[in-house]
């Protein structure tokens, strides 16, 4: 099993930024980590992910050039550092590993409880 704990989230002004961190805890080896985010009446959407070498990473078009993910194997934390942040981008924002990663359309496994980004106009 994996544990997920995520923070960063809060209330930013439009054109700001916002880090967001994902710890993981417990023994089971996974393949990638991924941030997704949901917003109110909407469906949840992937935003971005980095296999667990850190060799690759994927990025929803939607924030391709503003947020970048990256990792750091030895404090087992997922970072999204999120730059000229929009409305649109108002969501609950989640971490999630995946044992078999298969892109970004695949099966995550493993769900932390997310946390609120809500980015005022």
């Known amino acids: 099993q994996v544990q997920l704990v995520e923070s960063g989230g809060g209330l930013v002004q439009a054109g700001g930024s916002l880090r967001l961190s994902c710890v993981a805890s417990?023994?089971?080896?996974?393949?990638?980590t991924g941030w997704f985010r949901q917003a109110p009446g909407k469906e949840r959407e992937f935003v971005a992910a980095?296999?667990?070498?850190?060799?690759?990473?994927s990025y929803a078009d939607s924030v391709k050039g503003r947020f970048t993910i990256s990792g750091d194997n030895a404090k087992n934390i997922v970072y999204l550092q999120m730059n000229s942040l929009k409305p649109e981008d108002t969501a609950i924002y989640y971490c999630?590993?995946?044992?078999?990663?298969?892109?970004?359309?695949?099966?995550?496994?493993?769900w932390g409880q997310g946390t609120q980004v809500t980015v005022s106009s």
């Open positions: 999630a590993r995946a044992l078999r990663y298969s892109g970004s359309g695949g099966k995550f496994d493993f």
């Open positions: 417990g023994r089971t080896f996974t393949t990638a």
């Open positions: 980095i296999t667990w070498n850190a060799a690759s990473t």
